[in-house]
């Protein structure tokens, strides 16, 4: 089933519950999707596009945490913390540290990088590789301190 599909039954699911903060999490995404599709102009949606359109908002509402945290808003960053954890019950199962750390180890060892100087070669096999599993900023913390 595609994400389009999953994200509708639960915004109905939501809608049936009366859960606020879910149905414009879900709503949210369905119009991030939506928009996606009208800018590739009829061409398929890739999971990988949907898993990027996800890593994305919820990057977003994390960042959006923290800047109210900062202005002492805690009933804003509290509705943004509930919606980014809506959003993840959406991605694939994330990779724990020692799982990342794993995987980055192999990508190193196929890629034969041996000093920080290949950390774009490492970075870019690991981002396809790892993408929707880890974000972004874990994959480069675990390389860079791999490669040093």
């Keep these: 089933m595609s994400l389009e599909l999953t994200i509708s039954e639960a915004i109905k699911t939501a809608m049936r519950e009366k859960d606020r903060v879910a149905l414009d999490s879900l709503r949210a995404v369905k ?9 590739a102009r009829g061409a398929e949606v890739t999971a990988e596009q949907e898993i990027a359109i996800l890593q994305r908002m919820i990057k977003q ?5 923290d800047q109210f945290t900062a202005q002492g808003r805690t009933d804003l960053a509290e509705v943004e913390e509930a919606q980014s954890k809506i959003i993840e019950k959406f991605l694939p199962k994330q990779l724990s540290a020692e799982e990342l750390e794993s995987e980055i180890k192999k990508i ?4 034969g990088a041996e000093s920080i100087k290949d950390l774009g070669k490492v970075m870019g096999v690991a981002s396809k590789a790892l993408a929707g599993k880890s974000d972004g900023k874990s994959i480069s913390e675990m390389v860079k301190k791999l490669l040093a």
């Design 61 to 65: 509402r994390k960042d959006s945490y």
């Design 108 to 111: 190193i060892s196929e890629t």
């Design 31 to 39: 119009a991030q999707i939506i928009l996606l599709q009208t800018e």
